[in-house]
C-alpha cells in the first residue's frame, strides 16, 4: 500500500470511527428537566392523596448531579439532607436505598453481605431512593424521597417513576 492510500484509508476509517462514537453519545438516553418535573408532580400527588407527612424530593441525573429538588411545606428540615442522599444512593448504584441497606446490614435475620458499605459518606441504606432506569436497562437517575415514613417516602419515589414510564 502506497502512502496515498495509506492516508485516505487511515481518514476513511476515523471518519468511521468518530461518527460512530457520535452516534453513541446522541442514543444515550437522559433524565431531562421535563422528566424530573413530572416526577416530583405525580410524587406529591401521592402524598397529598395518601395524606403522608410532607415530603422533600430530589431527582438526579446518573452523575449524582442534582436535576430538581422540592420541599413540600412543612417538610422536616433534616429530610433535606436525607432525601438527597437516598437520591445519590441510587444515583451511584443501579438499585434502591432499601437494597443498599440489606446490603449493608442483611435481611431477615441474614447478615449483610457488606457491612462496610453502609459507611460511605452521603449514602443512605433506608427506603425512598429509587434508581430511574429507562425499558433497555440504561441507568439514567434516581429519585429521593424523605419526610414521610420510608415505606410511604418508597411509594412517593415509586409514584414518580410511574409517571414518567412512556418516556423510558
Same mark, same amino acid.
Given at each position: 500500500?502506497?502512502?496515498?492510500?495509506?492516508? +485516505?484509508?487511515?481518514?476513511?476509517?476515523?471518519?468511521?470511527?468518530?461518527?460512530?462514537?457520535?452516534?453513541?453519545?446522541?442514543? $444515550?438516553?437522559?433524565?431531562?428537566?421535563?422528566? *424530573? $418535573?413530572? !416526577?416530583?408532580? *405525580?410524587?406529591?400527588?401521592l402524598q397529598g392523596d %395518601?395524606?403522608?407527612?410532607? +415530603?422533600?424530593?430530589?431527582?438526579?441525573?446518573?452523575? =449524582?448531579n442534582l436535576k430538581l429538588? /422540592?420541599? %413540600?411545606? $412543612?417538610?422536616?428540615?433534616?429530610?433535606?439532607?436525607?432525601?438527597? !442522599?437516598?437520591? #445519590?444512593?441510587? #444515583?451511584?448504584?443501579?438499585?434502591?436505598? /432499601?437494597?443498599?441497606?440489606?446490603?449493608?446490614?442483611? $435481611?431477615?435475620? %441474614?447478615?449483610?453481605?457488606? &457491612? =462496610?458499605? *453502609?459507611?460511605? &459518606? @452521603?449514602?443512605?441504606?433506608?427506603?425512598?431512593?429509587?434508581?430511574?432506569v429507562t425499558k433497555s =436497562?440504561?441507568?439514567? @437517575?434516581?429519585?429521593?424521597?424523605?419526610?414521610?415514613?420510608?415505606?410511604?417516602?418508597? %411509594?412517593?419515589?415509586?409514584? @414518580?417513576?410511574?409517571?414518567?414510564?412512556?418516556?423510558?
Amino acid at each position: 500500500m502506497n502512502s496515498k492510500s495509506w492516508i +485516505v484509508t487511515s481518514v476513511l476509517l476515523a471518519g468511521l470511527l468518530i461518527g460512530g462514537v457520535a452516534n453513541a453519545m446522541e442514543s $444515550k438516553a437522559v433524565l431531562t428537566l421535563e422528566m *424530573a $418535573k413530572k !416526577m416530583a408532580a *405525580a410524587c406529591e400527588s401521592l402524598q397529598g392523596d %395518601q395524606g403522608f407527612r410532607p +415530603v422533600n424530593i430530589a431527582i438526579m441525573d446518573d452523575g =449524582g448531579n442534582l436535576k430538581l429538588f /422540592r420541599r %413540600q411545606e $412543612k417538610a422536616f428540615l433534616g429530610s433535606i439532607t436525607v432525601a438527597t !442522599m437516598k437520591a #445519590a444512593t441510587s #444515583a451511584n448504584f443501579p438499585f434502591s436505598s /432499601r437494597a443498599f441497606g440489606e446490603i449493608a446490614f442483611g $435481611k431477615d435475620g %441474614q447478615p449483610g453481605r457488606a &457491612p =462496610g458499605i *453502609a459507611e460511605i &459518606p @452521603g449514602l443512605a441504606a433506608f427506603p425512598g431512593g429509587l434508581p430511574v432506569v429507562t425499558k433497555s =436497562g440504561q441507568h439514567i @437517575g434516581s429519585i429521593g424521597v424523605s419526610g414521610a415514613s420510608g415505606d410511604e417516602d418508597e %411509594q412517593c419515589a415509586q409514584a @414518580g417513576i410511574d409517571a414518567i414510564a412512556d418516556m423510558l
